[in-house]
């Protein structure tokens, strides 16, 4: 089964034979572009054929549209800035890896925060950069799991997670938390207060080393409501 990202890639490939002004000429590999590069070709919504839009409020649309064998949706502020989740599907391979992207706006700018590559089973696979929560069974303690993508073995890596609690709008708690390792991904266990709907915001923050002595850093942030 083909990987969303090779999928991609094979866009790319297919984007430069046509009669574009900026032509690729050199492989295009998933590792050398951020992920928000990588996914800013087949979301942008401006080249899309048989483009809708639904106006969902005053400050949000609903769009979706066709790239090449691709169906895309999400959703646009009225800035015209993409937002929140969208979803990539091939409409060609029902059998091919199809993809979730959150994004979110970093000081004025789209910034891919997540994305998730799922089979056509709706599992995730490996090449994937996600968080999720899960309640412990001991009263107020959360988990939070931190999903990242590897092309390679790491030899060395260190995660941690700075966050800091909200209630009613007022920060009443912070922390600082070094996150374990367990099998692909890493998690941290959070005592939260004891108040219905607080706000978690934070980032958590991963340092890697490649035997080739490559280095890098992925980023997730995180906006969550406790309930």
Known sequence: MKNIFMLITGIFIISSCTKEKNKIDR????????????FSIPTDYKKWKNYDEIIINDSLKKISGDFNQYRIEGFINNENKKINWWIIKNKADKNADNARIEYRIIDGKEY????????????YITNSMFYSK?????PNFVRYKFFTPSKKAKINSLAKFSLYYLYDGKEIKSED??????????????????KQNIVIKGLFEEGYQYTNGEMGVNNIYILDTLK
């Open 134 to 138: 899960e309640n412990l069974n001991i």
């Open 177 to 194: 938390l070094k996150c374990q390792k367990k099998d692909n991904y890493y998690y941290v266990d959070l005592n939260t207060p004891k």
């Open 112 to 123: 891919v925060n997540q994305y998730i590559s799922f089979n056509s089973k709706g599992d």
């Open 27 to 38: 492989i295009l590999k998933k590792e050398n572009f951020t992920s928000t590069e990588y």
